[in-house]
């Protein structure tokens, strides 16, 4: 019986083209045509006015856009509590602080009453931070209204977490592209994948070209090796990035098939009382779904229905567990009440892969129907 996984990378036979020119050029080396290539198709994708840097990975495209912003050892920046831990570990590498943010119930994401009494206050500890960072999660835009016209008010420049959310829009315009920086990644269980891989986005050619100076070590104009600031590692290699060019010729099509597996949860969960299926809010959200999740009743609950698909073969995973409440993060302040900590508790994620056959969805649904007793 072969397993259902959560979100499995899939090919479509043109990544392989874009490797060997990489190897039969001997561009095998980080930087190269490939990744000037895949630079320029994110570009197009995101539209005018759109730079992009490509990385190793989006946990250095954080770490860059946070020393871009120019924060340091001592800084305060703000970061969404529910997530995965590699939006937060970047102010750690700066030695900054970080002060989460609980989510709102609507889109999972930074809340923003609690986001302004956050900003509130540590203005008036005199500490304002200098830098938000706010999270599509799963695909799902957050108040991208709401939560800009704050760190308008303040002036503090938001790093838009668009790891999962390539492919999601708010009011028509591209998640990743409403910040000072936007960030994705091409690990493998994201919606297309380089391998591993990651992606800055700025509004500038200065921000592009500078992210690449600190991505290639911090190499000063001079004949010679000379360095004047600390430099990184951390540039898209040739190859993976041709894995990356393969995949952007059908993201839209899995952004149709990942959208499409809602759908197949949201006839399920229709009548179903006993769990509530994440979703749009309104029209003016727009996600990739990357991942379904839903939100039972109580923990208990949430651990029966996780071993059923277990004993079906079918991986399912809890909702991210909020930084707040993270052994490496518990220290840091909190502002926020106790949703991001139910959301954990109660909440799951189920099979979204865009490769998921009839098959397999015969598979969930009927180990859905057993568990809720629907007929
Ligand atoms: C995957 C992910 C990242 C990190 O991306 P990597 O490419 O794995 O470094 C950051 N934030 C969120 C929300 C993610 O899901």
Redo the contacts with the bound molecule.
């Keep these: 019986m072969s397993r259902i996984y959560l979100s499995l990378s899939e090919q479509n036979g043109s990544e392989i083209e874009y490797i060997n020119k990489a190897l039969q050029s001997n561009w095998i080396t980080s930087g190269g045509p490939n990744v000037n290539d895949f630079e320029i198709e994110l570009e197009n994708y995101f539209g005018k006015d759109s730079f992009v840097t490509a990385l190793n990975?989006?946990?250095?495209?954080?770490h860059l856009a946070l020393i871009i912003l120019g924060v340091k050892a001592g800084d305060e920046v703000i970061c969404q509590s529910l997530?995965?831990s590699?939006?937060a570990n970047p102010i750690l590498y700066q030695g900054a602080t970080p002060v989460f943010v609980d989510s709102e119930s609507e889109t999972w994401n930074i809340c923003p009453n609690y986001l302004e009494a956050a900003i509130k206050d540590r203005i008036k500890k005199g500490r304002k931070p200098k830098a938000i960072i706010a999270?599509h999660?799963y695909g799902m835009p957050y108040k991208v209204d709401e939560i800009h016209a704050i760190a308008d008010r303040y002036e503090i420049p938001i790093i838009e977490?668009s790891?999962?959310a390539l492919g999601s829009n708010y009011k028509g315009k591209k998640c990743g592209t409403f910040g000072a920086f936007g960030?994705f990644?091409?690990?493998g269980?994201?919606i297309i994948t380089a391998s591993?891989?990651?992606a800055l986005v700025s509004n500038s050619k200065e921000l592009k070209e500078k992210a690449i100076f600190y991505a290639t070590q911090s190499k000063d104009n001079a004949i010679h090796y000379q360095h004047s600031e600390i430099g990184y590692n951390y540039r898209m290699s040739n190859i993976c990035a041709g894995v990356g060019l393969g995949q952007m010729k059908t993201l839209k099509e899995k952004i149709e098939l990942r959208r499409n597996n809602h759908l197949f949860y949201q006839e399920f969960f229709l009548d179903v009382e006993e769990a509530e299926l994440f979703e749009e809010k309104n029209g003016n959200y727009f996600s990739n779904y990357w991942l379904n999740t839903i939100l039972l009743k109580s923990n208990k609950e949430k651990n029966d229905l996780s071993e059923a698909f277990e004993n079906a073969n079918i991986e399912t995973r809890p909702i991210?567990k909020p930084m707040h409440i993270q052994p490496i993060f518990e220290r840091y302040p909190y502002y926020g009440g106790k949703l991001s900590e139910k959301l954990f508790e109660n909440g799951l994620c189920l099979p979204s892969g865009s490769n998921l056959t009839a098959h397999d969805k015969k598979k969930i649904e009927n180990t859905l129907r057993t568990f809720f007793n629907k007929r």
Excluded: P
């Design positions: 990975s989006g946990t250095s495209a954080i997530t995965f590699a939006s999270v999660l977490d790891a999962e960030i990644s091409f690990n269980n994201k591993s891989g990651g991210w």
